[in-house]
């Protein structure tokens, strides 16, 4: 199993720009999550999933749209890029009913 | 959900048993104590859960005073391969895990 999977790895985005980072995962979970994490800090919820087509809001949703069309995938979509937006951010899933959230490798973003 | 208070860093050396404490005072009577382990650039990885007394497996050891208003992660016999930022989260699966935060965490740095 490829576990969770992100892509892409980098990308440097203009002021104004859209985007939408890839998250995937093999393991069936109904569970997804996005966060982000800026230098120094913890990690910040930005929207989570428990199922395909639910969806809701985490600590810092502002500026994301997220979509559960399969199990499988949780795309976070960045609509007119700021750079306040430039942070790592990781996806990740879990089964839901245990403690143990898998994340994938992260994505890290810079906003120019 | 519980708000957690553990230390911003700690230092020790190779062969040294670390612990690390978390502050939970208002931790629900449903809630589970659950440590995650970060290296630099990766995503976190889960290390331990508890919800009262002892509990021990490959990586490190998690104790929870009677009361449980907190909570001690060990870590026996550390290796430079240690070093990463430690965190500590309360709540109960599957209804906190879209609120669940990641706070700084602790970062433990092993030397030689």
Same mark, same amino acid.
């Given at each position: 199993?490829?576990?969770?999977?992100?892509?892409?790895?980098?990308?440097?985005?203009?002021?104004?720009?859209?985007?939408?980072?890839?998250?995937?995962?093999?393991?069936?979970?109904?569970?997804?999550?996005?966060?982000?994490?800026?230098?120094?800090?913890?990690?910040?919820?930005?929207?989570?999933?428990?199922?395909?087509?639910?969806?809701?809001?985490?600590?810092?949703?502002?500026?994301?749209?997220?979509?559960?069309?399969?199990?499988?995938?949780?795309?976070?979509?960045?609509?007119?890029?700021?750079?306040?937006?430039?942070?790592?951010?990781?996806?990740?899933?879990?089964?839901?009913?245990?403690?143990?959230?898998?994340?994938?490798?992260?994505?890290?973003?810079?906003?120019? | 959900?519980?708000?957690?208070?553990?230390?911003?860093?700690?230092?020790?050396?190779?062969?040294?048993?670390?612990? &690390?404490?978390?502050?939970?005072?208002?931790?629900?009577?449903?809630?589970?104590?659950?440590?995650?382990?970060?290296?630099?650039?990766?995503?976190?990885?889960?290390?331990?859960?508890?919800?009262?007394?002892?509990?021990?497996?490959?990586?490190?050891?998690?104790? &929870?005073?009677?009361?449980?208003?907190?909570?001690?992660?060990?870590?026996?016999?550390?290796?430079?391969?240690?070093?990463?930022?430690?965190?500590?989260?309360?709540?109960?699966?599957?209804?906190?895990?879209?609120?669940?935060?990641?706070?700084?965490?602790?970062?433990?740095?092993?030397?030689?």
């Amino acid at each position: 199993n490829a576990g969770v999977t992100q892509t892409p790895k980098f990308r440097i985005l203009k002021i104004g720009q859209s985007m939408t980072l890839q998250c995937t995962q093999d393991m069936n979970h109904n569970y997804m999550y996005w966060y982000r994490q800026d230098p120094g800090m913890g990690l910040k919820l930005i929207y989570y999933s428990v199922g395909a087509g639910i969806t809701d809001k985490g600590e810092v949703p502002n500026g994301y749209n997220v979509s559960r069309s399969t199990t499988e995938d949780f795309p976070l979509r960045l609509e007119l890029a700021a750079p306040s937006q430039t942070s790592v951010y990781f996806c990740a899933s879990s089964s839901g009913d245990r403690y143990e959230q898998y994340f994938g490798p992260g994505t890290r973003l810079t906003v120019t | 959900l519980a708000k957690t208070t553990q230390p911003i860093s700690m230092d020790s050396y190779e062969g040294q048993e670390v612990n &690390i404490t978390c502050s939970h005072n208002n931790i629900a009577t449903n809630d589970y104590i659950t440590w995650y382990q970060q290296f630099p650039s990766q995503g976190p990885r889960f290390i331990i859960q508890g919800y009262k007394t002892k509990v021990t497996n490959e990586v490190a050891s998690l104790f &929870i005073p009677a009361d449980r208003k907190s909570s001690t992660l060990s870590l026996p016999r550390v290796s430079l391969s240690d070093t990463a930022v430690y965190y500590c989260l309360v709540g109960v699966p599957p209804d906190s895990w879209g609120k669940l935060q990641f706070g700084a965490g602790t970062q433990v740095v092993v030397t030689p």
